[in-house]
C-alpha cells in the first residue's frame, strides 16, 4: 500500500477546497469598536503611540460611529476622557459627565448602534487607578460603591452594556444589585473577568491620560504568570451575575481565551488592546509586515481560540476589508 494513506494537503489543493473546510469565518459582526470621548466640538486629536486612533469630541465621535455602523460591525466601546480629573473620580459618576454625554449622543443619534459602557475609574483618577486610594493602595469595598454608581449613571445614560474593567473583587455582585435596584435589571454585564496587569496597554494610557502616578495595577489586575488563577476569576464573575466574560489583552492570552470558552457556557469575549494594535501598526508602517493579512490573522486567530466577538481599534478597517 502506498505511503502515505492520509495526505491532509489534498484538502489544501485549490481556494475552493481550502474554503469549503474552513472552520473559522471572519465578518464584520465580531469586531467591538473602542472609541474615546473628549470635550470640546470639532476635535479630533490623534494619538500618536496608535496612529489612525484619536480622541473624538462628541460630534466626531457620533460621526465616526456613524461610518463604523454602517460598515457592519457589533457595536463601539465607549471611554470617557474628562477635562478634569481629583481623587474619587468623580466625572465617572456624574450624570453630566463626558462619557454619559457621549452615549446620550449616541443612543440619540444611532439608536440602533449597540453601545457598551467601559465601566472604570482610571481615566478619572488624577492618581490614574482604577479606585480610590487609601494606605497606598486601591481600596476595594469603597471602589466598587462607586463603580455601582458609575454603573447606573452610565445605563441610565442609554448604555446597552455595562462592562467593568477595574478588576475589584465583587464589582459584578456590586453592579448587578445596584443595576436593579434602579430598575436597570435588562441591562447586561461583559465583565473583563481575566485582565492581566500587561505592558500591553501602554498606548490606551496615553490615550487617556491614566498612567498610574505611583505604583502600578499589580494590586488589582492580574499577574501574566497565572493561568488557574484566570480560571477562578471568571468563575467568580459568572456567579455574581456576569452575563458575558472577557479575557484581555488577546493575543498574549488564547490559552485562557481557550479554556474559558470550554469551560463556561457564556458568551466569550476577547480585548486586542492597545499595544497588540500598536505593534501591528508599526511594523505594517515601516513595511515589515503586511498589515492588512497580519491584521486579519490576528483577528482570525483571536475568534479560532473562542472569541465570540472581539474589541479591537481595527474594526473598521477590518470591516471595510471583509465587506
Ligand atoms: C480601564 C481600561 C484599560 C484598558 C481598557 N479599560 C486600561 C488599563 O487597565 O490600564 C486598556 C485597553 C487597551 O490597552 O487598549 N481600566
Redesign the pocket.
Known sequence: MAFPTHRLRRLRGTPALRALVRETQLSPGDFCY?VFACPGEGVRLPIDSMPGICNLSIDCLVEECREAAGLGIAGVMV?GIPSSKDPTGTGAYDERGIVQQAIRALKRELPDLMVIA?T?L??YTDHGH?GAIEGGDVENDKSIALLRKTAVSQARAGADVIAP??MMDGRVAAIRAGLDEAGLEHVPILS?AA?YA?S??????DA?Q?TPQFGD?SSY?MDPANHREAIREIRADIEEGADMIMV??AMPCLDVLWQARSEFGVPTAA?Q???E?AMLRAAARNGWLDGDRAMLESLLCIKRAGADFIVT?FAPDAARLLG
Request: hydrophobic share 20%; aromatic share 26%.
Open positions: 473602542p471611554f467601559d472604570c482610571c481615566e482604577c474593567s477595574d473583563y485582565k500587561s500591553f496597554y501602554g498606548p490606551f494610557r487617556a491614566s495595577r489586575q484581555k489583552p480585548y488592546v492597545s499595544g494594535f481599534y
